[in-house]
């Protein structure tokens, strides 16, 4: 299995900055691709941004310009660079990982995993 374990959350002044970070663990494994989502309180689970192995990346209109996603491919971590944060940022933010994993002496069979969720919030 893979496990991932988000940081980074916390409470921020409007205009300010967090970083949020996904790491990921377990069996032998390479990330193809990560998805950022957003859950603003009350409201569904909206996907934030995505990023491939390659460094191919997208963003959501409300976040583009503000946040950017990075991967570091050593230490099987992403991250969520968020800059300008407004209060509808505010909520919690998932990561989803998508890729391979290594079983049966060298099988690589797909994936995906989620984490488990960090809090933030922005004050206006």
């Known amino acids: 299995q893979v496990q991932l374990v988000e940081a980074g959350g916390g409470l921020v002044q409007a205009g300010g900055s967090l970083r949020l970070s996904c790491a990921a663990s377990?069996?032998?494994?390479?990330?193809?691709?990560m998805m950022w989502y957003h859950q603003a309180p009350g409201k569904g689970r909206e996907l934030v941004g995505g990023i491939t192995k390659g460094g191919g990346q997208n963003y959501a209109d409300s976040v583009k310009g503000r946040f950017a996603i990075s991967m570091d491919n050593v230490k099987k971590t992403v991250y969520l660079q968020m800059n300008s944060l407004k209060p509808e940022d505010t909520g919690v933010y998932y990561c989803?990982?998508?890729?391979?994993?290594?079983?049966?002496?060298?099988?690589?069979?797909?994936?995906?995993?989620w984490g488990r969720g960090t809090q933030v919030t922005v004050s206006s």
């Open positions: 377990g069996t032998i494994f390479r990330i193809n691709d």
């Open positions: 989803k990982v998508r890729g391979q994993m290594m079983r049966n002496l060298g099988r690589w069979d797909d994936f995906d995993s």
